[in-house]
């Protein structure tokens, strides 16, 4: 049987992401190394990963690397650090999506841009974007950037009890 988890804002590669997050690491590899082994710590081959937007800031072929060295079934919700859907294809992803919404679970990367039209009360809505600063006011809502969650991908019922 296999699992859904979700995460945003990995920023692979990206060694201001550190200071600029305070993220507790002391450069981009540590962090790299960090957030791939704590990913395959709980994702296993046949699970579903859903990314929540800002995947990796370096070239396709270390993405390319970062990405298959990652376990699970991968679908990016695009954030705006994530290029083309080309791009991002290319690296490996299954799909890349606007939002993903999947069984009243929404996956949406900046969570300003997300219209009350959109959802209805009994939905479920995952972010990224915001990092930790998570404060938003949207009811059911929860921050999925790695700063919220530990820097590992998470299930649902694990960020519902968070």
């Given at each position: 049987m296999?699992?859904?988890?979700?995460?945003?804002?990995?920023?692979?590669?990206?060694?201001n992401i550190i200071?600029?997050?305070?993220?507790p690491?002391?450069?981009?590899?540590?962090?790299?190394?960090?957030?791939?082994?704590?990913?395959?710590?709980?994702?296993?081959?046949?699970?579903?990963?859903?990314?929540?937007?800002?995947?990796?800031?370096?070239?396709?072929?270390v993405?390319?690397e970062?990405?298959?060295?990652?376990?699970?079934?991968?679908?990016?919700?695009?954030?705006?650090?994530?290029?083309?859907?080309?791009?991002?294809?290319?690296?490996?992803?299954?799909d890349?999506?606007?939002?993903?919404?999947v069984?009243?679970?929404?996956?949406?990367?900046?969570?300003?841009?997300?219209?009350?039209f959109?959802i209805?009360?009994n939905d479920?809505?995952?972010?990224?974007?915001?990092?930790?600063?998570?404060?938003?006011?949207?009811?059911n809502s929860?921050?999925?950037?790695?700063?919220?969650?530990g820097?590992?991908?998470?299930?649902?019922?694990?960020?519902?009890?968070?």
């Open positions: 296999s699992n859904t988890f979700y995460i945003a804002d990995t920023h692979f590669c990206h060694r200071k600029y997050c305070n993220r690491f002391s450069s981009a590899q540590e962090m790299n190394q960090i957030m791939i082994d704590n990913w395959n710590s709980v994702v296993n081959k046949d699970d579903t990963v859903v990314h929540g937007g800002d995947f990796s800031l370096a070239n396709k072929l993405s390319i970062i990405f298959d060295a990652l376990n699970g079934q991968k679908y990016l919700v695009r954030g705006n650090h994530d290029g083309t859907v080309r791009w991002a294809k290319s690296i490996g992803f299954i890349v999506l606007p939002y993903w919404y069984d009243r679970i929404l996956v949406w990367h900046n969570p300003k841009l997300i219209s009350d959109m209805s009360e479920i809505i995952l972010y990224g974007h915001a990092h930790n600063n998570w404060k938003y006011e949207l009811k929860y921050c999925i950037s790695v700063e919220c969650v820097y590992t991908p998470r299930k649902i019922e694990e960020i519902l009890r968070a």
